[in-house]
Each structure stands twice: as C-alpha cells, then as structure tokens.
C-alpha cells in the first residue's frame, strides 16, 4: 500500500509541476465554475493543510501506534487526480494544457463533502474545531452557492472507542492530508493564472 501512495505522491507532484511551469490552460467546458476566485481561497486551503498535518501529529488521538508508519486511505470515488491532471502534460511539445478546470473543482468539491461528513461522524472535538471548520469556511468562502447545493456525501460508520477506530481515522486522515496537498496545488494554479 505505501509503495502506491508514495506513487499517488508522485504523481500528483510531476502533473502538478508541469501545470505550474507552462502556466496556461485552456477550458474544456463551457459550464461555470464552481470555484469563486478570491484573495483568500489561497489562505485558506493552506489553512486547512496545516490543520490536518497539526491533527496528524496529535499522539493522544493515535495511542497505541505511530500513525506516521501506517498507511493512507485516499477517497478515490470522485476520481479528484484524474480530473485534476492535463491531458497533455508535455509542455516542451504544446503551449497549452488542456484541463477541464470545472471538472477538477466539482471533483474537489466532491471530495471536500466526502471528507467532512466522515471526519464529523467521528465526533472528535480536534477534528470538528479544525479540520472539519476548515473545510467549511474553505467550502463556504472558494465555492459558489450553486455547487455548494450539491447532494452531500452520505457516510455511513459505526466508531466505537478502540484500536480499530483509531487506526481507520490515521488513515483516513493520511489520505486526506495527500488529497489536500493536491487541493492547495491546484487552487494555486488556477489563482496565479
């Protein structure tokens, strides 16, 4: 499992780069976009970065292991890399990169929904007061209301106070903090643009 992680890294990082180097996209669809640009979108999603990496370290939410060795659990239903990565990412042959920006922030978004309902059926107050409070002021202040009015993710999870919990949410919480790393990354693409 590490070994496809440390791809999933990987891989986000190379697109990503390529998309920071040849700065220039062209729109595929002609919907409207889900994201309102602001000055502080960029504040924000690296407010909710610094939020899961802080959860990550608190060692009293992970008694019994060490949460850095385990594994990540990434959301892979919205499919967020794939929306997100050109499909040209060559830029020594185009100057332009083809990414349906829509597409990749209603993926977001999507994901965004999923990850805050899970991480509010944990009821733990050090997720509610920062992670959880991140997404929502993130969701709430980048994306118009519109999107917002999509159907919300149902979660469904039975938690109970044990080793299991613990260990899921570590790795639940790891595969946000890497889809996180993938938000922040694309929101400063499409702001800089």
Not at 51 to 75: I, K, P, R, W
Not at 121 to 144: G, H, W
Request: a positive charge; glycine letters at 2%.
């Amino acid at each position: 499992m590490l070994p496809r992680v440390c791809t999933y890294l990987a891989v986000s990082t190379l697109c990503f780069a390529l998309l920071w180097q040849c700065s220039i996209a062209v729109p595929l669809g002609a919907r409207q976009s889900p994201l309102r640009l602001t000055g502080t979108c960029s504040v924000l999603v690296r407010s909710l970065l610094w939020n899961v990496s802080a959860v990550l370290e608190m060692a009293h939410l992970f008694s019994g292991f060490d949460c850095t060795q385990q594994n990540a659990e990434v959301h892979i239903r919205t499919q967020t890399v794939s929306a997100c990565t050109p499909q040209n990412s060559n830029c020594a042959h185009s100057a332009v990169l083809n990414i349906d920006e829509n597409e990749c922030l209603q993926r977001i978004l999507e994901d965004l929904h999923y990850y805050r309902e899970t991480f509010r059926a944990y009821s733990k107050p050090e997720l509610t007061k920062s992670v959880v409070r991140s997404i929502d002021e993130l969701m709430q202040n980048c994306f118009s209301v519109s999107a917002m009015d999509n159907s919300l993710a149902k979660v469904s999870m039975d938690h109970q106070k044990s080793f299991q919990e613990r260990l899921q949410l570590c790795k639940v919480l790891q595969g946000f903090n890497l889809r996180t790393i993938t938000i922040n990354r694309v929101f400063n693409y499409i702001l800089s643009k």
